[in-house]
C-alpha cells in the first residue's frame, strides 16, 4: 500500500491510498462436453463464509503469464485441463482503491484429471448448467466478482460465437443447406 498526497477536487490538500498486488488476478469459466461449468466452492476468511466461483487465483507480475497462471488455477483448483482456451479480457477489479486487474478465459474441450490445491485450499467441485451459474449470477447467488464478469463475458462470447457459426455451419460445412 501507498499514500500519494494529492489535491482534491476542490483544491485543498489529500491523502490517496493506493494498494498495489504483487499479482494480477486470473479466473476461468471452464465448460464441459456437456454444457456444464465447473465451479469451485470454498470459505472466504475476509467474509467468514463459503463462496461458489469460478477457479481463479494470482499470477506473480512478470513470472508467469495470465495464460499460464488460468490453466495452473484451473489444474490446480479442479483437476481439469483444457484444449482449448478463448480470452475474454480484462478488467479493472476495484479501480478507486487499487491497480488489480483481472484476465478472464473461457476453457472448454476438458479432460479430468486430480486436483492439486494449494495447502491454503480445500476446495469442492461441482458441475452445473452454465444457464443455471449464469441464472445465480444474475439473481445474487453467486456473489464474487470475478466469477460474475467472467460467467457474462462467457456468455457473450458464446452467443457471439453461436451466431456466427449456427447449428450445422462448420468450416467443413458452410453451407449445411446445399447439396450436391
Given at each position: 500500500m501507498r499514500e500519494d498526497k494529492v489535491a482534491r477536487p476542490d483544491g485543498s490538500p489529500g491523502i490517496y491510498g493506493i494498494i498495489h498486488y504483487k499479482n494480477i488476478a486470473v479466473a476461468v469459466v471452464p465448460i464441459d462436453?456437456?454444457?456444464k461449468v465447473i465451479l469451485v466452492g470454498q470459505h472466504r476468511y475476509v467474509f467468514d463464509r463459503y463462496f461458489w466461483e469460478?477457479?481463479?487465483g494470482g499470477c506473480p507480475i512478470g513470472k508467469e503469464s495470465p495464460e499460464a497462471a488460468a490453466m495452473r488455477e484451473l489444474r490446480e483448483e479442479t483437476g481439469y485441463t483444457?484444449?482449448?482456451w478463448d480470452y475474454l479480457g480484462t478488467l479493472e477489479l476495484s479501480n478507486s482503491t487499487s491497480d488489480e486487474i483481472g484476465h478472464l478465459y473461457l476453457a472448454r474441450d476438458l479432460t479430468p484429471g486430480s486436483q492439486?490445491?494449494?495447502e491454503t485450499e480445500e476446495?469442492?467441485?461441482k458441475r452445473i448448467d452454465f444457464a443455471e451459474a449464469w441464472r445465480m449470477a444474475m439473481e445474487g447467488a453467486i456473489t464474487e466478482s470475478l466469477t460474475v464478469a467472467a460467467l457474462a463475458r462467457a456468455r457473450h462470447f458464446l452467443d457471439r460465437e453461436a451466431a456466427a457459426h449456427p447449428p450445422g455451419d462448420t468450416p467443413?460445412?458452410?453451407d449445411p443447406g446445399k447439396r450436391p
Open positions: 462436453a456437456e454444457g469460478v477457479p481463479e483444457a484444449a482449448r492439486e490445491p494449494d476446495i469442492e467441485i467443413a460445412d458452410p
